[in-house]
């Protein structure tokens, strides 16, 4: 049977989470997550802003220019959940919220608050930073989602209208013009397929392709003085006083770039846009460069959480092996973003590798932005805390929590795939979830306890016997994969990082899968001068944390015994973590009498380190957090 490399994801309405860890999540977003965050967006005047445009409310613009965003994704955020859970309060925040966006929309199509309210007359004046395109992205994307999952038009509709608008402003027979911020790009994919239209699509891949030539829209936009009276802070865009676009990705086009640069949530986004074209087209020239892009993040760029950018001044990249752990900015957004980048290289490739990243930065990076009840935040997320990080249940800038909570809502995504001809299990995710093979229909069970174990079950259940290839993912961290299949013999091929099992399945196969997990003590390159002669501790694809909450005093004092036994347990606080326990010593804090003293002065004591998984911190309230730890 010959293998195809092509995958997909599978529809959500056909993958239903059922494990207790993911299961957890998706009810705290529908019970939690999206009530709270609705109360936000009306009591900030994100919702009231539509209200306004409409001619419904009194008033004017409340927020940041972008906050038409947000409520985007929170209503993409609700189409998946809806799918997940049928909820009427969630339901009635979504309508209320599709209301007030439905008013707003001009009879052209163009909807933005912002400058309904405030500039009438600037209108695609400033690209570069004022986010209508970036907005109208989230936009389409929300009608697309919520087509998708519920066969509801309403934004659908608003969506279309909103970029055909666009498209009879800008293309290649008319303005040159594209956003400083990407976002449209991708979502024009998403609107092509749904709809079945191409030219959103070839709209999309003029955007791409005419970003980074010379000149630059945005060049002009800088030099004019009406426009930058809307945001007068273009020197991000500039070095040494010159124009150079690594801020926005438009340093060069894209076939050019050889490193991961500028704003990080901007450069996911429009690296996953690249790679749907790259796939389209079989353009290996396009896919070379991408590919050549993600080795530079995740060989020299990216934070062993999946967290990326870690600098605040242009929320960021900056140069190779520039991690540092007390200020790493590594927004939400940006890991939500990887684990999206991530899912789509691996679709165009068919590599098991990129999963690796992807729940790398799902289980920590992306998840650590949201508290364990569902309604604090991280917008930042370090890899160390001396007791100023906390959660906080809003931002001015709100862009993540609504991102955690769609991403969090369309987790079946990343779990398991098909091709024409096989079924993937990237993550093993508790799911129950159906597809087709050669007309025949099969339902699979998969049962888990991960990420707090590699053992997993898989039950196949074809409505008849159907050959197929079942591909079930070989983890980097996996010490030795062992498949059971009782009563038969299934040679297993190993290809692009997955356990190959080619068979006509009948109902009743059921496999038993051990991936072999254990606690490893992970050491940096030595070119991250942060983590020079530090460890840090993970279990599968999860990554630990210590924290003074439980160990009575600051982990930066704290010293572990590499060599030692790493036992684990199940608590019952955090929501039922499993915890690790390693040995170590710690500096007795108070032990010195002077500033400066001979080495040893302060003395040491013999102690046992309880290690938390690092989405779980700051749930207790402010501490001293620690990732990298000195080894004794």
């Known amino acids: 049977m010959p293998f195809q490399r092509r995958m997909r994801s599978l529809p959500l309405s056909d993958i239903r989470v059922t494990d207790a860890f993911w299961g957890r999540w998706q009810n705290v977003l529908i019970d939690a997550t999206l009530p709270t965050q609705f109360e936000q967006l009306v009591n900030t005047g994100r919702i009231a802003n539509f209200e306004r445009a409409a001619g419904k409310k009194d008033g004017e613009f409340e927020g940041l220019w972008f906050n038409d965003s947000d409520v985007y994704k929170f209503a993409e955020a609700c189409a998946y959940a809806l799918a997940v859970r049928d909820d009427k309060k969630v339901r009635d925040c979504l309508n209320s919220a599709i209301e007030a966006i439905r008013s707003a929309q001009e009879p052209n199509g163009y909807i933005n608050t912002f400058f309904q309210l405030k500039h009438p007359n600037l209108k695609w004046k400033n690209l570069n930073m004022m986010h209508e395109m970036y907005c109208g992205g989230h936009l389409i994307e929300a009608g697309v989602a919520l087509f998708e999952s519920m066969q509801d038009r309403r934004l659908l509709d608003i969506a279309i209208r909103f970029a055909d ?11 040159l013009g594209y956003c400083g911020h990407e976002e449209i790009e991708l979502a024009l994919i998403k609107l092509s397929t749904a709809t079945g239209q191409p030219k959103y699509r070839e ?13 630059s829209p945005f060049e002009a936009e800088l030099a004019d003085s009406e426009a930058m009276s809307l945001w007068p802070h273009g020197t991000l865009y500039n070095k040494e006083g010159k124009y150079d676009g690594q801020y ?5 086009p894209i076939r050019e770039h050889t490193e991961i ?3 990080a949530v901007r450069a996911m986004y429009f690296y996953i846009a690249a790679v749907e074209l790259a796939d389209d087209k079989d353009d290996a020239e396009l896919e070379s460069a991408l590919i050549r892009i993600w080795n530079n993040l995740t060989g020299r760029r990216m934070y062993l959480t999946g967290g990326i950018g870690p600098s605040s001044s242009n929320e960021g990249f900056t140069a190779d092996f520039d991690l540092p752990n007390l200020s790493a900015y590594a927004e939400t957004c940006a890991s939500c973003g990887l684990v999206i980048w991530g899912h789509k290289m691996l679709e165009m490739t068919g590599d098991g590798d990129y999963v690796d990243v992807i729940e790398r930065a799902l289980y920590n990076g992306a998840l650590s932005g949201i508290s364990l009840s569902g309604d604090q935040y991280f917008y930042a997320n370090p890899l160390e805390s001396r007791g100023s990080h906390k959660r906080t249940p809003w ?8 991102n955690i909570a769609r991403l969090i809502g369309s987790l079946g995504h990343y779990a398991v795939g098909a091709s024409d001809d096989a079924f993937y299990v990237h993550i093993p995710v508790g799911c129950e979830a159906s597809t087709e093979f050669d007309g025949v229909k099969v339902n699979f069970k998969i049962e888990s306890d991960y990420p707090w174990s590699g053992k997993y079950k898989i039950f196949v259940t074809p409505e008849r016997p159907v050959r197929f290839n079942l591909m079930l993912r070989i983890p980097e961290w996996s010490l030795e994969m062992e498949i059971d299949f009782p009563n038969s013999d299934i040679p297993a091929d190993y290809q692009d990082g997955y356990a190959l099992l080619d068979r006509t399945w009948k109902a009743g196969d059921v496999l038993t899968v051990d991936l072999g997990m254990e606690p490893k003590w992970i050491e940096a390159d030595p070119r991250v001068r942060d983590n020079l002669g530090r460890v840090a501790l993970s279990n599968g694809p999860l990554v630990y944390a210590v924290e003074a909450h439980d160990l009575g005093f600051a982990p930066q004092l704290l010293s572990v015994d590499t060599e030692g036994v790493i036992e684990s347990k199940k608590e019952k606080m955090l929501e039922g973590i499993n915890s690790l326990k390693a040995e170590g010593i710690a500096v007795n804090e ?11 002065s302060a003395g040491s004591i013999e102690v046992s380190a309880i290690f938390i998984p690092y989405f779980a911190w700051c749930n207790r309230g402010p501490t001293d957090m620690q990732v990298w730890l000195r080894k004794t």
Do not use: N
């Open 165 to 175: 608008h666009v498209m009879s402003v800008f293309g290649p027979d008319k303005r």
């Open 203 to 215: 709209f999309a891949r003029w955007m791409i392709e005419s970003r980074g030539h010379r000149p």
């Open 248 to 252: 926005a990705q438009d340093h060069a």
């Open 261 to 263: 640069v500028g704003h």
């Open 395 to 402: 931002f001015t800038c709100a862009c993540c929590p609504p």
């Open 590 to 600: 108070g032990g010195a009498d002077e500033l400066y003293s001979v080495a040893g």
